[in-house]
């Protein structure tokens, strides 16, 4: 919150994108996994944990689906008690600036690969033939993720039905209101049924602000490439490599085409960055067939993004700082310090002319005319 490290700044769609794509395909790069710290940083952008997570013994993958789909809900409710307290006191509020709405937004938008990839794992099912002892035959679905567990059945059917709610009421909605609310707000905001249409205001301005204003679908074509990716790792790891190059290749032209889909050029750049970092990490996995090869690459792709990450927040860093007063003042002071000591250094004299100014030269005296001479005294 203090750096607005935010979708509103649009530093941040192109990390993320590459965030959430090096999350799920780090199997299929590299399967002896990347840098436990690379790992790491690439975990908590995603609002993973990063680690193998058992609160009790015999915690099993339907419990820890459960905590998938808590764990943003978490977080949301924690930002939105933020912002009601925002809105009844006013400290609380000149605390937090006008950045607690671009966070939440941020929030929703990393949580929303997390809850797509935690859906698709509840509704994948396996189908298994048994061949019973009477020679009889009977199909039988079972969960993918844990076979032991029956399909839409016991346990599973509470699972199963909080995930067709989540996507009813959150992936579907979310991703139509990011990817047709151009059209929405042009066309459809003056008839009675979007009269609250202003209430949303904010929450579009913080991911179509920074876009030009013939873009402002851009964000929410990113966050639909996102669904394709997840189903493709998920049901075609052997073609997975190839299609997300082609995913990346297409999101790159696209960006190429349209000129530049951000107001700042920064911003392009950055983005730009981002896709070819990714479109490269995709080649050198389908160029090299040696392991150790593209663990290598792999790692030297991740250290490049991370510095790339640092460097952002950084910017966001100078972008605070540039507003508050206190800082122009120090940099005010600064300047006029430096053209203080230039002044003094302009002034000083050298030993020769501090001799000259004491001990006048035999060229510097000029004789008086009312002066005698030695002849008008004799």
Request: charged content about 20%; aromatic content about 14%; overall charge positive.
């Amino acid at each position: 919150i203090a750096l607005n490290l935010t979708v509103s700044v649009g530093t941040l769609n192109g990390l993320l994108f590459y965030a959430n794509i090096v999350k799920l395909y780090e199997p299929v790069f590299s399967r002896k996994g990347a840098l436990p710290v690379l790992s790491q940083v690439i975990s908590w952008i995603n609002l993973d944990f990063g680690f193998e997570i058992c609160f009790y013994n015999g915690m099993d993958s339907y419990a820890k689906q459960w905590l998938q789909f808590a764990f943003p809900i978490y977080l949301w409710i924690i930002i939105f008690i933020i912002i009601q307290l925002c809105r009844r006191y006013g400290k609380i509020s000149r605390l937090m600036g006008s950045h607690v709405v671009p966070v939440l937004s941020t929030l929703t938008f990393l949580s929303y690969t997390k809850l797509v990839r935690t859906i698709v794992i509840v509704l994948h099912k396996r189908e298994v033939t048994l061949h019973c002892t009477d020679k009889s035959v009977r199909s039988v679905s079972l969960w993918y993720e844990d076979p032991n567990v029956e399909y839409a059945k016991g346990k599973h059917a509470g699972l199963l039905g909080f995930a067709v709610l989540a996507s009813l009421f959150f992936v579907i909605p979310y991703t139509l209101f990011l990817l047709c609310h151009p059209v929405l707000e042009k066309y459809l905001s003056h008839f009675k049924l979007f009269k609250s249409w202003s209430h949303f205001k904010p929450i579009i301005d913080s991911y179509s602000g920074p876009m030009k204003d013939e873009y402002r679908f851009w964000p929410g074509l990113l966050l639909v490439t996102r669904i394709p990716v997840i189903l493709i790792v998920t049901f075609l790891q052997n073609e997975s490599r190839v299609l997300l190059l082609a995913v990346a290749a297409i999101i790159l032209s696209l960006s190429f085409i349209f000129g530049g889909v951000y107001r700042k050029k920064l911003n392009n750049l950055i983005e730009f960055w981002f896709l070819l970092n990714l479109c490269i990490i995709a080649s050198l996995s389908l160029v090299f067939t040696d392991e150790s090869k593209v663990l290598i690459w792999y790692n030297t792709c991740l250290s490049v993004f991370i510095f790339s990450f640092i460097l952002i927040v950084v910017y966001h860093l100078y972008l605070q700082l540039s507003h508050m007063k206190c800082y122009d003042a120090l940099i005010k002071k600064l300047f006029k310090k430096q053209d203080k000591d230039d002044d003094n250094t302009e002034s000083h004299k050298t030993v020769d002319q501090q001799m000259k100014e004491i001990v006048p030269s035999s060229t510097d005296v000029r004789l008086s005319d009312s002066r005698e001479s030695v002849v008008d005294l004799f």
